[in-house]
């Protein structure tokens, strides 16, 4: 049975026996058709040229044609468009992929660390954190303790809530800024943990080294969260 091909120019798209286009040589009827070319009137296995034109989208013609760049390639080896145009994708593109890769890991394992805490408490809350730190810490620093806590906004308002006495929202100030020293610390830690992650991977030039390095940083990153208890 005569096997033709369908063609858009050099690039086999499909075939049958009522396709226009040449015939199958036997020798090459069970290659797929993406190994296929139409060169002359001949179809020819695309294993046997080193030199493809290609196209905007990738495609590997085996004919020159507008808008397309010559690359000595293999049929089959991957590519990759960059600023220059198509290239052969090499060790270093899987490398930088590799790479991306991780840090996004680092970026959301940083923020597993902070969710647990930051998850306790609405958002309109945390947005007063930094003010009602600010307050705590100047009724712990003023002399006169009635005082500081009259001119505070958001303290004075949890006081006067609870009917607490003066003493007792000297003890909360103190309770806020002592959450606030180990809120501050753990994310400190986990900056710093984050920085230097990002700079190992950073520094990584092969990808086999890559799984040692990502393992090395998991166990800093499980000794930090045992350390502050968010494990």
């Not at 290609?54 to 020159?64: K, M, S």
């Amino acid at each position: 049975m005569t096997i033709r091909v369908q063609a858009v120019e050099s690039i086999v798209i499909g075939r049958g026996i009522s396709c226009p286009g040449p015939v199958i040589p036997d020798d090459l009827i069970y290659l797929p058709d993406d190994r296929l070319r139409v060169i002359g009137g001949d179809v020819v296995d695309a294993a046997t040229l080193d030199l493809f034109h290609v196209d905007e989208f990738g495609l590997r013609h085996a004919v020159a044609g507008v808008g397309r760049s010559e690359l000595e390639c293999a049929w089959d080896v991957p590519l990759i468009l960059d600023d220059d145009g198509w290239r052969i994708k090499n060790d270093a593109d899987l490398l930088d992929r590799i790479k991306a890769k991780a840090r996004t890991a680092i970026i959301a394992r940083a923020n597993t660390f902070t969710a647990p805490i930051l998850s306790k408490y609405p958002e309109a809350e945390r947005a007063g954190w930094d003010k009602r730190e600010a307050e705590a810490r100047a009724i712990i620093a003023a002399g006169d303790k009635v005082a500081a806590i009259a001119a505070t906004n958001v303290i004075k308002a949890l006081a006067t809530a609870s009917g607490e006495t003066a003493a007792a929202t000297v003890t909360r100030a103190e309770a806020i800024a002592a959450k606030a020293d180990e809120f501050a610390a753990i994310s400190a830690a986990v900056e710093i943990m984050r920085d230097t992650a990002l700079t190992a991977i950073e520094a990584v030039e092969a990808v086999a080294d890559m799984p040692a390095t990502l393992e090395a940083l998991k166990a800093q990153a499980t000794a930090l969260a045992a350390q502050y208890g968010l494990a």
